[in-house]
């Protein structure tokens, strides 16, 4: 591509943006959430009230832990691939094209797992409403949304991890 075909802010090209398995999870739960690479699309355009994060999930990873937002929604549009989406309903395949949407506060918690063997695309949309407040069911852990846009994470019953 040449310089005159790129695309001029506000318009970029996702490829161009790093791509990171970092996570604030703390440190015992986190290699479970190191096989899943985010390009922050949102952060890269500037936007602040919401983010918009391309996620790739490699064979065999997870999104995430299973968890429910207290005050953010999410939206979740598959790329690439076929993933598993599993919810307190149970589990779904979801390919190419298909969507599901995560309102805030109904504690219905989620993930998306490869396991497949090819890499899954993701494009995850959600806003970031303060005073949010994450629950993971299957792990021993909580975060809370700090003033300063950070999660804090603690045991379920509030003891630092």
Same mark, same amino acid.
Request: hydrophobic content about 35%; overall charge negative.
């Given at each position: 591509?040449?310089?005159?075909?790129?695309?001029?802010?506000?318009?970029?090209?996702?490829?161009?943006?790093?791509?990171?398995?970092?996570?604030?999870?703390?440190?015992?739960?986190?290699?479970?959430?190191?096989?899943?690479?985010?390009?922050?699309?949102? !952060?890269?355009?500037?936007?602040?009230?919401?983010?918009?994060?391309?996620?790739?999930?490699?064979?065999?990873?997870?999104?995430?832990?299973?968890?429910?937002?207290?005050?953010?929604?999410?939206?979740?549009?598959?790329?690439?691939?076929?993933?598993?989406?599993?919810?307190?309903?149970?589990?779904?395949?979801?390919?190419?094209?298909?969507?599901?949407?995560?309102?805030?506060?109904?504690?219905?918690?989620?993930?998306?797992?490869?396991?497949?063997?090819?890499?899954?695309?993701?494009?995850?949309?959600?806003?970031?409403?303060?005073? !949010?407040?994450?629950?993971?069911?299957?792990?021993?852990?909580?975060?809370?949304?700090?003033?300063?846009?950070?999660?804090?994470?603690?045991?379920?019953?509030?003891?630092?991890?």
């Amino acid at each position: 591509m040449t310089d005159d075909a790129r695309p001029k802010l506000p318009a970029f090209d996702p490829e161009t943006v790093a791509e990171t398995n970092a996570t604030s999870i703390p440190p015992r739960h986190r290699a479970t959430n190191q096989m899943r690479y985010n390009r922050r699309l949102g !952060d890269h355009a500037g936007l602040t009230n919401f983010g918009v994060i391309l996620t790739r999930i490699v064979p065999g990873g997870q999104s995430s832990f299973r968890h429910a937002h207290s005050r953010q929604d999410e939206f979740v549009y598959v790329l690439d691939g076929e993933v598993v989406l599993e919810t307190n309903g149970g589990a779904q395949v979801l390919t190419a094209g298909m969507c599901a949407g995560f309102p805030a506060g109904t504690g219905d918690a989620h993930r998306f797992i490869n396991r497949t063997e090819r890499d899954v695309k993701l494009l995850v949309i959600g806003d970031r409403s303060a005073g !949010d407040e994450i629950s993971y069911p299957d792990v021993d852990m909580h975060a809370v949304l700090g003033t300063d846009g950070a999660y804090k994470f603690t045991t379920k019953k509030g003891e630092p991890l």
